[in-house]
């Protein structure tokens, strides 16, 4: 189908777009409608937007058509004809499949919209961190945007695409695995022009089977580059180097004698961090701990492909804030917490930890939930985090939380105290919360499975109860 943006969004464009079996069961009276965009949630539906009707774990999609219709879609899309009451009010497009259609769709529309400069943004961790900072970057002096928190899966790589303005100049988006060939399926719909690796580590050994096999999954990105288009990789980063012979165009960014981009010096405090690269520009990130530089380095790489000057990418770097349980700091009851629970890994954990040794405390205190998705590294991944966290100076106590965490925490007679928690039951959570006290920093990290943010609702919870009016 070949169509402009302007005119994509018909919506018999649409119908044709998704192709075999995307019937009308309820018609639009005209053709001519126009969509803008897409969702997936009735609660943050805008009007004008496309509702895919999704089967969830939770929640049917198709419970929710009256309300889509309430607030204003354009047309839904379903593959359950029977869930449809004759009396809605908003146009029907039965399909086989709704996740399908909606995968189909997305990438007509990157089509349609040829003109629209992509960045891929993959990585073992930091992806989301660096989505932000590139996109921070970029829209000091262009139109576009990124995805939205985590975004990176078949679903949300899509959502990201479909919601896009077809006039944006560009489009950041998160792309993530769990199992090989997720990146090539997700990276063959945004045919980006700049992929962006940012890290290779140990994440989703379960799937992925080794370091070797996180790389291979990773380079998929650059691998779909649009021709004349750029790799931003880590430097050192040995497990990639026998992917790169098949790239053209590669760009090596970190504290590595050899990166092309290269940190010379980095500075970092309970505020924020700091860097200086090898064309003595210096750039500031009010994010904490010295592994956002490269982060950042890597959003100054993009930023300098897409021509933006020097001092308006400083300034765009300044204003970003952290995204949610991500290095996020907050204060409850007097205690200062670092939330960092929305995943983890063993480089991600090691890096968590170094930042403790930034911000001054009176006690430093680790909260280490597991590390799931691991498969067999898990025993031998937990133990080196654990004997990390122990033997670091900053740290003065350990929570360990969780099966993999508990067996891993070995007595030994020097270090950090360390107390375990094996389970994590809503009973568990205040006896580890009865270890902390004001004036304490605390640093929480651990898989988003294990739910730790739990526990600052457990310690708000007196503050609730201390504000609830004398009966």
Known sequence: MNSSPQDFWLLERLRLAIGA???????????????????????????????????????????????????????????????????????????????????KLARAYRRAADAVRVVGVTGSAGKTTTTRLIDAALR?????????????????????MLNANPADQYLVSEVGTSAPGEIAELAALLEPSIAVITLIGRAHLEGLGSLQGVAAEKIALAQALRPGGLAVIPAPCPSLEPHLRSLTSVLRVGLDLEADIRITDITSDHTGVAFTLNDRTTYRVPLLGRHNAVNAAMAVAVARRFGIPPEDIARGLLEVQPPEGRLARVSIAGIDIIHDAYNANPESMLAAIAVLADCPARRRVLILGDMLELGPHAPDAHREVLRA??????????????????????????????????????????????????????????????????????????????DAPAA
């Open 21 to 103: 079996g995307a019937q009308w069961l309820l018609r639009p009276q005209s053709h001519d409608i126009r969509a803008s965009g897409a969702s997936i949630d009735t609660r943050t539906l805008r009007p004008g937007q496309i509702f895919f009707a999704l089967k969830g774990a939770q929640a049917d999609g198709h419970r929710f058509l009256p309300h889509a219709a309430r607030a204003g879609a354009a047309f839904a899309v379903i593959d359950n004809p029977e869930a449809v009451a004759p009396d809605l009010s908003i146009p029907v497009l039965a399909v086989p499949d709704t996740q399908a259609a909606m995968v």
């Open 140 to 160: 000091t002096r262009l139109r576009g945007s990124a995805s939205i928190k985590s975004f990176n899966n078949r679903l949300g790589v899509s959502l990201t």
């Open 389 to 466: 966290a122990k033997d670091h100076p900053a740290v003065d106590l350990i929570l360990a939380v969780g099966p993999n965490m508990t067996a891993a925490s070995l007595p030994r007679t020097l270090g950090a105290p360390v107390e375990t928690f094996p389970d994590l039951g809503d009973d568990d959570i205040p006896r580890i919360a009865a270890h902390l006290r004001p004036d304490d920093l605390v640093l929480i990290k651990a898989s988003r499975a294990m739910r730790l943010e739990r526990l600052l609702d457990a310690l708000r919870a007196p503050l609730r109860a201390d």
